[in-house]
């Protein structure tokens, strides 16, 4: 299965243009959160996606709520919004946790989550899935321009216990592009530009 893999558009339509040209050539998108900025941009945003009509997953970012993304994406048909469960694709399994994790310094503009708290949103995620995750596991992809680990150690003891075979990540902009393999998991900050990866 080829993965159309992106994450952290904040209105770039010039990007999100591109990213509706390159999903021709795979099987499923994975948008893995942030499409907004500071909860304005999704109109903009769901009117150039929506041109994509393969099967899409996305979760929201720290800069959109689940409930604005679901309401605000209406209109982009393939898509599914997951946050806090998951769907079956073409026999793969994919499950989706939006938000920043753990809670960001950025006040209460930001769509964020404790560590307990995710954990809860995890419970139900199934072994050898892929995952969405807005926010990065804690040590992978996840080094702020300060040298910071800022990622999510739910999310990375969940890699550790479930052994997903992907997890796709952003939030963290100096780690976009990178992928690191822990284990038996691919873990991809995917970032604005959109990277094409293939799973079994």
């Known amino acids: ?21 390159k999903s021709k050539d795979v099987d499923v998108i994975i948008g893995a959160g942030d499409f907004a ?17 393969k099967p899409s997953i996305v979760v929201p970012g720290n800069g ?3 409930e604005e993304l679901k309401t ?19 026999g793969l399994e994919f499950y989706g946790i939006g938000g920043g994790i753990p809670v960001t310094p950025f006040g209460s503009w930001s769509y964020d989550f404790t560590e ?10 199934p072994e050898n899935a892929v995952l969405v995750s807005h926010s990065p596991p804690k040590g992978i992809l996840d080094q702020s321009s300060s040298g910071q680990s800022l990622g999510s150690t739910t999310v990375r003891e969940w890699i550790d216990k479930k052994r997903p075979k992907l997890v796709v990540c952003g939030h963290i902009h100096e780690s976009a592009g990178n992928q690191k393999r822990v284990g038996q998991t691919l873990v991809v900050n995917a970032g604005p530009h959109g990277m094409i990866v293939e799973i079994d």
Do not use: Y
């Open 1 to 21: 299965m080829k993965l159309l893999l992106f994450s952290d558009l904040h209105i770039n339509k010039r990007l999100a243009s591109e990213l509706v040209e």
């Open 37 to 53: 900025t500071v909860h304005r941009g999704l109109p903009e945003m769901v009117g150039i996606l929506k041109e994509i009509d």
């Open 64 to 66: 959109e709520t689940f």
């Open 72 to 90: 605000g994406f209406k209109e982009w048909k393939s898509c599914v919004v997951l946050h806090g469960n998951g769907v079956n694709v073409q």
């Open 116 to 125: 307990n708290e995710a954990k809860d949103l995890l419970k139900n995620c």
